[in-house]
């Protein structure tokens, strides 16, 4: 394959990923809630000079939650494209996809009061 058809086939590939990330943005209240809470996380994470490994931490969570959400999204979509209709398959595997996403979310605020709290506290 020749390197401009690569590249080419890279630009469209970032394209798609984009319209994803726009598409969830849109309609996701809760893919914007978590969005803002990172961008709040990152502006503490700048006033409280934090070190480069609780940054690591920060970062890790922030993309672990907002991957979840984005694949939770997915897969409600997914569900409702093949079995519109209720169905007890369909509920519990949105169920447990949702469940991923509230585990991610706590363990993303767990590590962010294990940071946060010592410094508030130094402050304080
Ligand atoms: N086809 C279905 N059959 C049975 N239960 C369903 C079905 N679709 C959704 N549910 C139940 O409703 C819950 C909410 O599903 P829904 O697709 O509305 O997601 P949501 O959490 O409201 O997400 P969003 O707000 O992003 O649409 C599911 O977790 C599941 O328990």
Redesign the pocket.
């Known amino acids: 394959m020749s390197l401009e058809l690569k590249d080419k086939k890279r630009t469209i590939g970032f394209s798609y990923a984009w319209n994803g990330i726009k598409h969830v943005i849109r309609t996701?209240?809760?893919f914007r809630f978590h969005l803002m809470a990172a961008i709040l996380v990152i502006i503490a994470g700048i006033v409280f000079h934090i070190s480069h490994v609780e940054w690591s931490l920060v970062m890790i969570v922030i993309g672990l939650v907002l991957i979840l959400e984005m694949i939770n999204?997915a897969i409600?979509k997914l569900?409702?494209y093949l079995?519109?209709?209720?169905?007890p398959a369909?509920?519990i595997i949105?169920?447990i996809s949702?469940a991923a996403v509230l585990i991610s979310a706590i363990t993303a605020a767990a590590i962010g009061l294990i940071i946060f709290i010592p410094k508030i506290i130094i402050i304080l």
């Open positions: 996701e209240r809760n999204t409600e569900i409702d079995k519109p209709e209720i169905n369909a509920k949105k169920d949702a």
